[in-house]
T-cell receptor, first 115, second 111 residues
């Protein structure tokens, strides 16, 4: 089946620094990718929709200046957490929609720990 | 009212039991219904995908959708300890991939 990868799988950073997470669709092109955040023992909360070649669409309550999304190609979207703080520590998961199969595939997730 | 309601559990069953997981939703615009399995610290894995009322079977898994009642279910037959995970229902409307998830039900299958 289709594969979506994320890099890095785990990152630890100091408070105040920025962290970039990559999401790639490996064997299909995705005009739309999604970024989710998941806190322990909670469900996935959609943060934003990443649109290739245009601005991302953010969900209510998500700070667009803090969570920068870039979707420069049909196979790559990046999420940059700027000026990270401990409360940003979470599991970040991306997904990509494969229009040929009408199916959304999820990446393995990135665990972010901000000290 | 949340768009999707799912009992978070935990649900504990003996090996070999039939497991029933359920979600209700409020928005009739949802047309696609999915069940994902998520192991701890991993991304969700698609188990079942359907878009019509009725049953869909795949091995030990059966997905059931009742659009009139806005109720979806996942049944697991002959449950195994390896089925222990969190199961999330997910719904989306037509015309895009934006997906809304239920809270997820934590399932434990005891050997």
């Amino acid at each position: 089946g289709a594969v979506v990868s994320q890099h890095p799988s785990w990152v630890i950073c100091k408070s105040g620094t920025s962290v970039k997470i990559e999401c790639r669709s490996l064997d299909f092109q995705a005009t739309t990718m999604f970024w989710y955040r998941q806190f322990p023992k909670q469900s996935l909360m959609l943060m934003a929709t990443s649109n290739e070649g245009s601005k991302a669409t953010y969900e209510q309550g998500v700070e667009k200046d803090k969570f920068l999304i870039n979707h420069a190609s049909l196979t790559l979207s990046t999420l940059t957490v700027t000026s990270a703080h401990p409360e940003d520590s979470s599991f970040y998961i991306c997904s990509a929609g494969d229009q040929s199969t009408d199916t959304q595939y999820f990446g393995p997730g990135t665990r972010l720990t901000v000290l | 009212q949340k768009e999707v309601e799912q009992d978070p559990g935990p649900l504990s069953v003996p090996e070999g039991a039939i497991v029933s997981l359920n979600c209700t939703y409020s928005n009739s615009a949802f047309q696609y219904f999915m069940w994902y399995r998520q192991y701890s610290r991993k991304g969700p894995e698609l188990l079942m995908y359907t878009y019509s009322s009725g049953n869909k079977e795949d091995g030990r898994f059966t997905a059931q959708v009742d659009k009139s009642s806005k109720y979806i279910s996942l049944f697991i037959r002959d449950s195994q300890p390896s089925d222990s995970a969190t199961y999330l229902c997910a719904l989306r409307a037509s015309g895009g991939f934006k997906t809304i998830f239920g809270a997820g039900t934590r399932l434990f299958v005891k050997a």
